[in-house]
């Protein structure tokens, strides 16, 4: 299947830990990237690869792979978490797949 | 700092060509291992990739869109474009022009992004 699912919506209490998570076949070879995006902004890239971190995000993001499924923790939330995060592939075939995106909310 | 800049007609009426232009700034777009994509979000709805280019003018493209959607560079201008014939209104959405870093071990990300342009197909 050349498809990634994410779950439409979590919440997350201020400070506390949270992970996002990413499902697809893809991801059994490839490696997921991350973006969060706020409301009327461009999305904005917070991990990819080997859990890299783009400089100016901070270390409380991290990413992580396990089989088919790669996920997106943030430790110690903080209220400026709180947007739409997307995962995203190459596959095999090349062609480039986005989740359907997670809505993050901060409590 | 590379900065990318969308730019194109805001409405585009149905069963036209829409084009957007994507210019470049700040870093060439003739550098390898760097591709040149647009993606674009219908309102309230995720991210869509809909295509990419190489500096050599390699492309690839959603099959969904095949047919439809052309992508064309100038590396002389520092610009790519997009052109996508046969609008509906489901091509309504913001469009996006991004940099993606090709990773040897499918590793790609999207690290520079342009604002965004909003497309209205209606007549």
């Known amino acids: 299947s050349s498809e990634l699912t994410q779950d439409p919506a979590v919440s997350v209490a201020l400070g506390q830990t949270v992970r996002i998570t990413c499902q697809g076949d893809?991801?059994?070879?490839?490696?997921a990237s991350w973006y969060q995006q706020k409301p009327g902004q461009a999305p904005l890239l917070v991990i990819y690869s080997k859990n890299i971190r783009p400089s100016g995000i901070p270390d409380r993001f991290s990413g992580s792979r396990s089989g088919k499924t790669a996920s997106l923790t943030i430790t110690g939330a903080q209220a400026e978490d709180e947007a739409d995060y997307y995962c995203n592939c190459r596959d095999r075939s090349d062609l480039l797949l986005f989740g359907g995106g997670t809505q993050l909310t901060v409590l | 700092q590379l900065q990318l800049q969308e730019s194109g007609p805001g409405l585009v009426k149905p069963s036209e060509t829409m084009s957007l232009t994507c210019i470049v700034s700040?870093?060439?777009?003739?550098?390898?291992?760097?591709?040149w994509d647009w993606i674009r979000q219908p309102p309230g709805k995720g991210l869509e990739w809909i295509g990419s280019?190489?500096?050599?003018?390699?492309?690839s493209y959603m099959p969904s869109l095949k047919g439809r959607v052309s992508l064309s560079v100038d590396t002389s201008r520092n610009q790519f474009s997009l052109r996508l014939s046969s609008v509906t209104a489901a091509d309504s959405a913001v469009y996006y022009c991004?940099?993606?870093?090709?990773?040897?071990?499918?590793?790609?990300?999207?690290?520079?992004w342009g604002q965004g342009t909003m497309v209205t197909v209606s007549s």
């Open positions: 700040g870093g060439p777009i003739a550098r390898s291992g760097y591709y």
């Open positions: 893809s991801l059994r070879t490839s490696y």
């Open positions: 991004a940099r993606r870093g090709r990773g040897y071990d499918y590793d790609d990300a999207f690290d520079f």
């Open positions: 280019i190489y500096y050599r003018g390699t492309t």
